[in-house]
């Protein structure tokens, strides 16, 4: 109850300029999932340097508008045209796409929609309801219990990636090692700063996440020389809300979407693109009409969209309680935070509890927002497509630019970030995924901040990792996924050796 009226007093007290930033967030927060080459991630990002001027609360409800209905905008497009918005829209492509050619198009939105709304819903209250609780449970932790959280969450990152696990091993250590660079925040000592004043600072993660997500992907799709092309335009935009029978065949969808978006949230820097293959893969499973997916299911939509957007809220508990960003939106976030003098933690609920009552309250009116948008302006936000590619990949680069710049206004962050671009763009090429090194930079300094708090506070007795008992029981988890892990890499080079041998055997 103390909750409920908390956001009711930020609303009333935001007034117009609190329901405003809600939804302009949204509006962005759609049209970066409908125009090809954005993410909301980028579309976070971009909105960034608009905030520097802004409360930390009206910040962060923009920037958290702007990331729920980026979970959903993609939907638009990949429903009616195949191509996905988002990384997390590719497993509903397959059922929304089938049923948008067999003429149901209007009730796969809807499906969408719905789905979106619930995933939402849930999540929020999850986030009201669980993450105090949880915070005063993490009050009681100490600096080796969050180093073993940490370490979780880094092994976590790489055994669910899809690519290569030596990959990502390889891009998860540039970014820790890229972390280390400039002042030890324990020691005071300066560290491979190579006598140049441009890295004795460090380099901000903020710099690297702009250049290897907004910089990489405009150099890539400008070195696809796109040229101008327009994406094909729908017939007709509409949407069509499934009735409360058809919701109660499907009940089961909702539940184990959301559910899965939850769980899958539970490990730091996750996101939502991989709750969405897992919801999917578990409907494909367990699913009562898991024989229809991928013959035009409402529950192919169903699964995935409420998982991407369930998603939001455990990335938001993982910040807000631990302090430790939950996806690279939530890294963002994170830095609005940092920018405004505000340490996330389980502290932060005593502290600012006005600001945990603008972000509740922020939270579910854009889940609402972005429910009625997403049915009321669908037709005006498909024909954004008709604009070419190459305009919206050039303001993206503008933009990446004067966000750079915009962080310490300083040159040496544009130079920073215009390096991570470029590497981006080899990684890309190479088959390195770009999440492990940008959760590597952010979770890296953090590690390393608990391990020498713990080994400062025990005299160099690392034994307490082990004898403190929820320490002990990560750190098992850990050594188990890295068991996982090492298996998973021995499994892929037998296959890649096999590979090797059919095409000397066939050559």
Known sequence: MDAITGMVQAVASGGFVFFGLILLGVFVGMLVGVLPGLTFVIGVLLILPFTYAMEASQALVLMIAVYVAGTYGGVLTSILLNIPGEPNDVPLTKDGYTMSRQGRAAEALGWAALAALVGGIVGWIALVFVSQPFAALALQFGSAEYFAIILLGLTGVLALSESSTAKSFISLFAGMLVATVGIDDIYGAVRYDFGTDLLRDGINYLAILVGVYALTESLTRFGERFG???????????????????????AGSFVRGTSTGALISAGPGVGSTVGAFVAYGVEKQFGRHKLELGTGSPSGIIAPQAASTANVSGALIHLLVLGIPGSGASAVLLGVFQLNNISPGPQIFGQQPELISAIFAGLLLSVLAMF???????????????????????FVVLFAYMGAFALRQSISDVWIMTAFGLLGVFMVRGGYPLAPLVLGAILGPLGERY???????????????????LSAVLLAITAATFALLAYRTVKENRRDRALLEQRIAAG
Do not use: C, H
């Not at 009625?372 to 050039?394: C, D």
């Open 228 to 250: 101008g092309k327009v994406a094909q335009q729908p017939g007709e935009v509409r949407t069509t809300l499934p009735g409360l029978s058809a919701i109660r065949s499907r």
């Open 451 to 469: 391990f020498n708090t713990t080994m400062i506070r025990t005299g160099g007795d690392w034994t307490v990792f082990f004898t403190r008992p």
């Open 372 to 394: 009625v948008m997403g049915i009321l302006a669908a037709r005006p936000l498909i024909r954004m497509l008709a604009l070419p590619e190459v305009y919206i990949t050039a």
